[in-house]
RNA sequence: GCGGCCAUAGCUCAGUCGGUAGAGCGCCAGGUUGUGGUCCUGGAUGUCACGGGUUCGAGUCCCGUUGGUCGCCCCA
C-alpha cells in the first residue's frame, strides 16, 4: 500500500479507542485526587543523562529501547521511555525537594520505546502514573497500592487481576541475596537455559521470572529473600502487608517478582493478568530511594507504579458509550434562525446538541440517527407559527408537540 | 535483536488444478418535495501490501521488502 500509515509501533486513537483511553485516564485522575495526589505535566523529551542516570545503564531500556537525538545544538535529548525519572529530575529542577515533603503526583501521557510490537506494547504508549516523593513510612506503600487497586476497581478490571508483591530489601539485604543467588545458581549454570546464563552475569535476579520450563525448575529450589533480609527490612515490609489488609486490599506474595528497572528496593508489587497474552502485568511499581540523588537533590524516599493504558484499556469490560446527541432539525429556510437560537439554548442548558449543515428533512433525519442521536427536535412552519417544537424521540419512534420554551427543560 | 503465522473493496472474509475479481455488512441513489432506525429496487468501489522472478498466462508458485499478528528477549 502506498498510503501513508502511522510509523510503526505507533497508532491512531479513533472513536471506540479514544472513548477506552480516555475513561483509563481520568478514572486514573479522579481517584487519585482522591488520595490527594496533584496532577502534573514535565516534557515529553529530556536530556539523555536524565534516564541514562535514573534507569540504570545495564537495563535494556537504557542499553537498547531508547528514542535518542543529537538536537541541532548538539545536545543529546531523549523521548522519554518513563515518567518516574522525569518527575524525580522535576521535583529537584523545582526546588521542591526542601519542604512540602511529601508531594504526591499523579501524571499520566505518551512514554517511547523503540522495541518489536505486539500484543499490548507499542513503541508510543501510554501510562498512568502516581509517585509519593519524601515518604519512607510502610505506609505510603501501602497507599499507593491501595490507589491503584481502586482505580482498578471502578474501571471494573480487578476482577481480572491479582495484585502480587514482594520485597527487595534494603541494600544490605539485596546484597547479601543475590550473593547467595549467585552461588546457588552458579552451582546449576550447566542446566540453565542460555538467557539465563546471561542474566547470571548481568542481573541474576532476573532468573527468578523466567519463562523456561527448565529454568523453572531450578527457580523452585533457589534460596528466597526472606531468609536475607535485616531485621530493618523484614519490618518494613511486614508493615506494608499489614496495611494492606487494613485497607482491604488482597494481595498474593510472590517472592519472585522483581523490578526491571535498577532503582527499586523494598517493595515491589504487580497487578497481572492471564488475558493479555504475554504482556501479563497491568500495573507495576514499588520503592526507590535513590532516584532524586541520582538527579542531584537531597536523598528523597520515593514509592510509586506505573500502569499501561493500552493494557487497560484492552481489559475494560465494556467500551465507554459515546455520547448521544439531541439533533436539532429545521425545515424550510424561515426556520433557520429559530432553530440555531433553540441550539444555543440547548447547548446552555447542558444539552449535547447538533444541528446538520445541509440537507432535507428526510437527509438530516438520517443523520441525526447515524450520529447516535436520541433526539430530534423539528422545527417548521407549522411548529413556528404555533410556538411550538415536534419532539421526536428516536428510541421509541414517538413525537409530540411540545412548547419551544420548554425543550430544553424536556431534554436537560 | 530472534522465530512462527498473515496481507484480496471502507469493514469481515471467500476465491477450487495457475486462466483476467466475488459475498455479506457499510456507502450512494430511488421507492417518500415534512420524518430516521425496518423493507424493496438499483448503483459505485480494488495498482489483489510493495518490488522482482518463474510462466503463454500469477490474487494463486518462488525470492526480497514493508506492515500486521503471536511468541522469545525485555517491559507497563
Redesign the pocket.
Known amino acids: 500500500?502506498?498510503?501513508l500509515?502511522?510509523?510503526?509501533?505507533?497508532?491512531d486513537l479513533i472513536g471506540e479507542d479514544f472513548r477506552r483511553h480516555h475513561k483509563v485516564a481520568e478514572t486514573a485522575r479522579r481517584i487519585s485526587a482522591l488520595y490527594g495526589f496533584e496532577e502534573w505535566a514535565t516534557p515529553i523529551f529530556e536530556d539523555t543523562r536524565v534516564f541514562s542516570r535514573g534507569l540504570g545503564d545495564t537495563?535494556?531500556?537504557v542499553s537498547?529501547?531508547m528514542y535518542t537525538f543529537t538536537d541541532r545544538g548538539g545536545e543529546s535529548v531523549t523521548l522519554r521511555p518513563?515518567a518516574t525519572a522525569g518527575l524525580c529530575r522535576a521535583l529537584v529542577s523545582n526546588g521542591l525537594t526542601q519542604s512540602n515533603l511529601p508531594r504526591k503526583v499523579f501524571y499520566t501521557g505518551p512514554?517511547f520505546?523503540?522495541?518489536?510490537?505486539?500484543?499490548?506494547?507499542?513503541?508510543q504508549?501510554?501510562?498512568i502514573d502516581i509517585e509519593v516523593m519524601g515518604a519512607a513510612e510502610p505506609l505510603s506503600d501501602a497507599e499507593v497500592i491501595a490507589c491503584g487497586w481502586h482505580i482498578l476497581q471502578e474501571l471494573g478490571v480487578a476482577a481480572a487481576t491479582v495484585l502480587e508483591i514482594n520485597t527487595l530489601g534494603d541494600t544490605p539485604s539485596r546484597d547479601a541475596y543475590r550473593a547467595a543467588l549467585i552461588a546457588y545458581f552458579s552451582a546449576h549454570r550447566d542446566a540453565l537455559?542460555h538467557?539465563?546464563r546471561?542474566?547470571l552475569e548481568?542481573?541474576p535476579l532476573?532468573i527468578l521470572?523466567?519463562?523456561?520450563e527448565t529454568?523453572r525448575a531450578i527457580v523452585a529450589g533457589a534460596p528466597t529473600i526472606a531468609a536475607h533480609l535485616t531485621p530493618e527490612a523484614a519490618e518494613f515490609y511486614g508493615s506494608v502487608r499489614r496495611h494492606l489488609d487494613r485497607f482491604g486490599v488482597p494481595f498474593r506474595e510472590n517472592p519472585r517478582i522483581?523490578?526491571?528497572?535498577d532503582y527499586y528496593s523494598h517493595t515491589a508489587f504487580?497487578?497481572v493478568t492471564d488475558q493479555?497474552?504475554?504482556?501479563?502485568?497491568?500495573?507495576?511499581?514499588g520503592r526507590y530511594n535513590g532516584l532524586v540523588e541520582e538527579m542531584g537533590g537531597p536523598p528523597t524516599p520515593c514509592v510509586g507504579?506505573?500502569?499501561?493504558?493500552?493494557?487497560l484499556a484492552m481489559l475494560l469490560p465494556e467500551a465507554p458509550p459515546a455520547p448521544r446527541p439531541v439533533a436539532v432539525i429545521p425545515?424550510?429556510e424561515a426556520?433557520e434562525a429559530p432553530a440555531l437560537d433553540l441550539l444555543q439554548a440547548l447547548r446552555r442548558a447542558g444539552v449535547t446538541a447538533e444541528i446538520g449543515y445541509r440537507g432535507?428533512?428526510?437527509?438530516r433525519?438520517?443523520?441525526?440517527?447515524?450520529i447516535g442521536?436520541r433526539a430530534?427536535v423539528?422545527?417548521?412552519?407549522?411548529?413556528?407559527a404555533a410556538g411550538v417544537a415536534?419532539l421526536?424521540?428516536?428510541?421509541?419512534?414517538?413525537?409530540e408537540k411540545v412548547p419551544l420554551a420548554e425543550v430544553p427543560g424536556r431534554l436537560a
Do not use: C
Request: avoid cysteine; hydrophobic fraction near 30%; aromatic fraction near 6%.
Open positions: 500500500m502506498t498510503a500509515q502511522p510509523a510503526r509501533g505507533t497508532r537495563s535494556d531500556v537498547k529501547e518513563e512514554m520505546r523503540y522495541e518489536r510490537p505486539q500484543k499490548g506494547r507499542y513503541r504508549f501510554h501510562q537455559s538467557d539465563s546471561v542474566r548481568k542481573n532476573r521470572d523466567s519463562k523456561d529454568d522483581v523490578r526491571g528497572l504487580e497487578f493479555l497474552g504475554a504482556q501479563g502485568t497491568v500495573m507495576g511499581g507504579w506505573a500502569a499501561g493504558v493500552e493494557r425545515v424550510g426556520a432535507n428533512l428526510k437527509r433525519m438520517e443523520r441525526a440517527n447515524r442521536a430530534a423539528i422545527l417548521g412552519d407549522e411548529e413556528i415536534q421526536r424521540d428516536l428510541d421509541a419512534g414517538t413525537q
